[in-house]
């Protein structure tokens, strides 16, 4: 059986992460997207292990010293991560794991694993991403401002990644596609086929 590859997918606010990760995997099935764990409480509607693994504070914390949570953040007060555990169990069984997460949790994995790979999902460029976080209507002035300057700040990291995508208004469908692209090609590298074919030779 063919060991499962993780993906980490990552952008600005704007980008679009989450809409193409939703396409990519309603498209391709065989594709799992990683369930991120956090301290917050539920939402109304939200399950626990489907939308999020919700737990204490002290349990992630915990969780954080032994090694088991892949990378983290804090927004508002609350914890978001991932557990180590939960991806290693798929990828064993063989199968492609998505991280959607954010530009500073990608720069963790990466140094944690090398063999991930890693994709920054992008507007064409800033005037772009300024349309469409003003577009939403649901933050405050400051709020986008902070979104921009942050947006300036993670793009220069863009060249830590294996891959970069550009995300273009009205083509969300070819984006998902060539992100797909991208993980067939990642599964013909020689260091990710080498061992099975030789074996059927040797």
């Known amino acids: 059986m063919r060991k499962g590859i993780l993906f980490v997918i990552s952008g600005p606010a704007g980008s679009g992460k989450g809409t193409v990760v939703k396409e990519l995997i309603s498209a391709h099935k065989e594709i799992a997207l990683s369930v991120s764990a956090t301290t917050r409480q539920p939402r109304p509607g939200e399950e626990h292990g489907v939308h999020y693994y919700f737990i204490s504070r002290r349990e992630f914390e915990q969780r954080i010293e032994s090694g088991d949570i892949l990378e983290y953040t804090t927004y508002r007060d609350n914890l978001y991560g991932t557990p180590l555990r939960e991806v290693k169990k798929a990828l064993d069984r063989g ?3 998505i991280l959607e997460i954010e530009v500073d949790g990608a720069m963790q994995v990466k140094r944690k694993i090398r ?3 890693t994709i920054m999902l992008t507007p064409p460029d800033y005037k772009t991403l300024e349309n469409r976080l003003r577009g939403r209507g649901t933050e405050k002035e400051e709020d986008i ?3 921009l300057n942050r947006a300036k ?3 220069l990291l863009l060249p830590e990644y294996d891959y970069s995508v550009v995300n273009e ?3 969300m469908k070819e984006c998902a596609d060539l992100i797909y692209n991208i993980i067939k090609a990642e599964h013909q590298k020689t260091k990710n086929t080498k061992r099975e074919l030789i074996k059927k030779f040797i």
Do not use: N, S
Request: glycine residues 6%; proline residues 0%; aromatic residues 6%.
């Open 115 to 117: 063999r991930a790979v």
């Open 145 to 147: 401002i902070w979104r």
């Open 95 to 97: 199968r492609d794991i």
């Open 169 to 171: 208004d009205g083509k």
């Open 153 to 155: 700040e993670e793009i």
